[in-house]
């Protein structure tokens, strides 16, 4: 016998010995091993930091160790962390892809089917970033007013808004900059509807966060007296606001949808079944309910969405 198969005969007497076979604790130590870390992150509003709860919460039941960093930043911050590296798993929506990548027709992004699909692929291909199963909820742009301003002009539509501004009338609008900006967004509207807002007739913010817009119109803070507002925002009816109805669609589909790392997709592919049938479940109603209650009604997001979770027996109560 040579000193290799000495050594190995040792090795295996020492693993006898121990009362275990060595191939088999690498074995049972692969399949006990922890899973991640994931880290989740979201944009800062309340329906990132409800529905980035709701994802950390189921991940940690199925044995992830996952990182919190839900209200992280903006959606270019986030977006940037993400292609880095920096952060794996984020909310994201649809329609967000004609801000990433260059595309022949700007109407795809008005076809949920369509939009979500031209992401996927793009995305795939460009960033290896896999975008998993959207929530049947379009979060999509539009202008708000007060209920009392809406009676008193007569406003309905976007068509009577621009009406009115063509008229002479007094308007400040609070937006960000993106929607500003955009062929899809404000400068859509402008185009559609033959109206044209200048520099002293807006408040452009940074960020997209609503809940500061809708805060600034009902309170008609700084003559704000118009704002952007997205289709799942919840605070609308208790605030008495008036989300004007837009004949032509001009901003695209956003649903909202979890978005993933292509290298931490392949490692757990389980990932997908524990989160589509959460997305699966969210109307446009849910999320508008969802986020009222932390927009409005001040609950802490984590509390909201680990009380939706148990509800719909997503999560299971300890």
């Given at each position: 016998?040579?000193?290799?198969?000495?050594?190995?005969?040792v090795l295996l007497t020492l693993c006898l010995l121990?009362?275990?076979?060595?191939?088999a604790r690498t074995d049972a130590y692969a399949e006990n091993a922890p899973k991640g870390?994931?880290?989740?992150?979201?944009?800062?509003?309340?329906?990132?930091?409800?529905?980035?709860?709701?994802?950390l919460l189921l991940l940690r039941q199925a044995g992830f160790d996952v990182v919190d960093k839900t209200e992280f930043g903006t959606p270019e911050i986030l977006r940037m962390a993400l292609i880095a590296g920096e952060v794996d798993l984020?909310?994201?929506?649809?329609?967000?892809?004609?801000?990433?990548h260059e595309t022949s027709s700007q109407d795809v992004w008005s076809d949920p089917v369509a939009g979500y699909e031209m992401t996927r692929d793009l995305d795939l291909k460009a960033n290896d970033l896999v975008w998993l199963t959207p929530a049947q909820a379009n979060n999509t742009e539009g202008l708000a007013v007060t209920s009392t301003f809406a009676e008193e002009k007569g406003l309905v539509?976007?068509?009577?808004?621009?009406?009115?501004?063509?008229?002479?009338?007094?308007i400040k609008l609070i937006t960000s900059s993106a929607f500003a900006e955009n062929i899809k967004g404000l400068v859509g509207f402008e185009e559609a509807?033959?109206?044209?807002?200048?520099a002293g007739q807006?408040?452009?913010?940074?960020?997209?966060?609503?809940?500061?817009?809708?805060?600034?119109?009902?309170?008609?803070?700084?003559?704000?007296?118009?704002?952007?507002?997205?289709g799942t925002d919840g605070a609308l009816k208790q605030m008495g606001l008036v989300v004007l109805e837009d004949p032509k669609s001009i901003p695209p589909v956003?649903?909202?949808?979890?978005?993933?790392?292509?290298?931490?997709?392949?490692?757990y592919p389980e990932i997908v079944t524990i989160l589509a049938p959460l997305f699966k479940s969210f109307t446009i109603e849910v999320l508008q309910n969802l986020n009222a209650q932390v927009a409005f009604e001040g609950r802490a997001a984590r509390e909201v969405a680990e009380e939706y979770l148990i509800q719909e027996d997503f999560l299971y109560a300890h």
């Open positions: 016998m040579n000193i290799l198969q000495k050594n190995a005969a121990a009362g275990f076979s060595c191939g870390p994931v880290t989740v992150a979201t944009m800062i509003d309340s329906e990132g930091a409800i529905l980035g709860n709701m994802m984020v909310l994201d929506y649809t329609g967000s892809g004609q801000y990433y539509t976007i068509r009577d808004l621009a009406d009115y501004i063509n008229g002479g009338g007094e509807y033959g109206f044209r807002l200048d807006m408040i452009v913010l940074a960020s997209g966060n609503t809940a500061e817009m809708l805060k600034a119109l009902y309170e008609g803070r700084d003559g704000v007296n118009v704002s952007l507002v997205y956003y649903q909202p949808a979890p978005v993933i790392r292509g290298e931490l997709y392949r490692r």
